[in-house]
T-cell receptor, first 114, second 118 residues
Framework: AQSVTQLGSHVSVSEGALVLLRCNYSSSVPPYLFWYVQYPNQGLQLLLKYTSAATLVKGINGFEAEFKKSETSFHLTKPSAHMSDAAEYFCAVSDQEGAQKLVFGQGTRLTINP | GAGVSQTPSNKVTEKGKYVELRCDPISGHTALYWYRQSLGQGPEFLIYFQGTGAADDSGLPNDRFFAVRPEGSVSTLKIQRTERGDSAVYLC????????????????FGQGTRLTVV
């Protein structure tokens, strides 16, 4: 069975500061990993995904994530936070290449302080 | 349409009643997924359709939940004898799944239907 743990249900950073959202996964097979963002009253939007092509994955809006097999981690980072980054972020894992049957973490709410 | 459309956006029903939630996927998308998101939790997989057939329904919590996609496009999630614990946001997503190109697909999510059972 697969699972995802997101460390920190709430993260608060100042505008311009580094954003780091932590995600650790458990999978018995090589995983496919995803980060989604959910803005208020909107659907989930894919930020980026890891599908074994490269361990450092770049996504939209300046976000990137690094797959570290030895640490079973897939942390999401952004060098400089913007007010518009305030949202809920979800890490997800799948044992299939496509988006079928994603297992999501509990989410991390990111707040940006001016 | 331009995106995944879910109707209604909000539904309040009494305990024990039957409800139907509708999902209109992006035109041409062959794969359709239903997820349930309880307050403060991440989405939880319910069922996945490839075309008209349910390829994986292992996430449906019990036999009160049922979903159909008769023509391979619109899908309806049906909940019988609703319980207060069914209250959640029900999310639908669709993707263009191409054989051998699964890594390139992305699931597009709708805004969800907020179901409240009172």
């Amino acid at each position: 069975a697969q699972s995802v743990t997101q460390l920190g249900s709430h993260v608060s950073v100042s505008e311009g500061a580094l954003v780091l959202l932590r995600c650790n996964y458990s999978s018995s097979v090589p995983p496919y990993l995803f980060w989604y963002v959910q803005y208020p009253n909107q659907g989930l939007q894919l930020l980026l995904k890891y599908t074994s092509a490269a361990t450092l994955v770049k996504g939209i809006n300046g976000f990137e994530a690094e797959f570290k097999k030895s640490e079973t981690s897939f942390h999401l980072t952004k060098p400089s936070a913007h007010m518009s980054d305030a949202a809920e972020y979800f890490c997800a894992v799948s044992d299939q290449e496509g988006a079928q049957k994603l297992v999501f973490g509990q989410g991390t709410r990111l707040t940006i302080n001016p | 349409g331009a995106g995944v459309s879910q109707t209604p956006s909000n539904k309040v029903t009494e305990k024990g009643k039957y409800v139907e939630l509708r999902c209109d996927p992006i035109s041409g998308h062959t794969a359709l997924y239903w997820y349930r998101q309880s307050l403060g939790q991440g989405p939880e997989f319910l069922i996945y359709f490839q075309g008209t057939g349910a390829a994986d329904d292992s996430g449906l919590p019990n036999d009160r939940f049922f979903a159909v996609r008769p023509e391979g496009s619109v899908s309806t999630l049906k909940i019988q004898r609703t319980e207060r614990g069914d209250s959640a946001v029900y999310l639908c997503a669709s993707s263009l799944t191409l054989l051998g190109q699964g890594a390139q697909t992305e699931a597009f999510f709708g805004q969800g239907t907020r179901l409240t059972v009172v």
